[in-house]
């Protein structure tokens, strides 16, 4: 499906296989807040979703939120580490 007419908002720097697949529908523009340094293909290891031999382009915009995301992601995997240790 392409989605040439959208802007997809994301708390953290997309994964490889998510950049490949916002590549892929065409995504014209991507903001997300914070960076992943061992991780992130749009920009901080590879950027996928600027990659001159790709036929797709994405405007980026980062840091937008760039703490509150942050917080939510440290938060987020601070419950999951939780949880597995009670079960
Ligand atoms: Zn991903």
Request: with cysteine; charged share 25%; net charge positive.
């Amino acid at each position: 499906m392409r989605l040439e007419e959208c802007t997809i908002y994301i708390t953290l720097e997309p994964c490889p296989m998510c950049a490949g697949a916002i590549v892929q529908a065409r995504i014209p523009r991507v903001v997300f807040g914070a960076t992943s340094p061992k991780a992130g293909f749009g920009g901080s290891l590879i950027n996928v979703l600027q990659m001159e031999a790709l036929n797709h382009r994405c405007e980026v915009v980062q840091g937008v939120g760039q703490e509150e995301s942050s917080d939510l992601l440290k938060q987020y995997f601070k419950n999951m580490r939780n949880k597995k240790t009670k079960e």
